[in-house]
Nanobody
Framework: QLQLVESGGGLVQPGGSLRLSCAPS????????IGWFRQAPGKESEGVSC????????LYADSVKGRFTISRDNAKNTVYLQRNSLKPEETAVYYC??????????????WGQGTHVTVSS
C-alpha cells in the first residue's frame, strides 16, 4: 500500500518557524510531484505549495510567498516545507500529497494522514 507520512508538526509561537517533512512508504518520491495542503478548523482545504518531479519547479499560495520554502531531497526520499513567520491563522492540519503535476489544486493521487500545527502563544 502506498502511503505518505508527514512529520514535524506541533506547537509554535506566532512568528516562529517549523519544518514539515513528507516521506513515502512503498514508493519513491522522485517519480512524483509533491504538494502541501492545509485545512484549518471550520475551513476548506487550501493548497499551500508544490514542487515538480525533477525540474525544481515550485508554486506557492500568495498567502505564504516569501515565508514558506518547499524542497526535496531525493537521496533521502523526503520533501520538506520550511515555514517561517508563522501566524495564528495558520493553525491547521497540514497534508502532503503525491501526483503527476505540481498544482495547488487537490488533484493528487496519494495523500498522507496529516500533521497538526498550532500557532499560539
Amino acid at each position: 500500500q502506498l502511503q505518505l507520512v508527514e512529520s514535524g508538526g506541533g506547537l509554535v509561537q506566532p512568528g516562529g518557524s517549523l519544518r514539515l517533512s513528507c516521506a513515502p512508504s512503498g514508493f519513491t518520491l522522485d517519480d512524483y510531484a509533491i504538494g502541501w495542503f492545509r485545512q484549518a478548523p471550520g475551513k476548506e482545504s487550501e493548497g499551500v505549495s508544490c514542487i515538480g518531479r525533477s525540474d525544481g519547479f515550485t508554486l506557492y499560495a500568495d498567502s505564504v510567498k516569501g515565508r514558506f520554502t518547499i524542497s526535496r531531497d531525493n537521496a533521502k526520499n523526503t520533501v520538506y516545507l520550511q515555514r517561517n513567520s508563522l501566524k495564528p491563522e495558520e493553525t491547521a492540519v497540514y497534508y502532503c500529497a503525491a501526483g503527476r503535476v505540481c498544482s495547488l489544486n487537490a488533484d493528487y493521487v496519494h495523500w498522507g494522514q496529516g500533521t497538526h500545527v498550532t500557532v499560539s502563544s
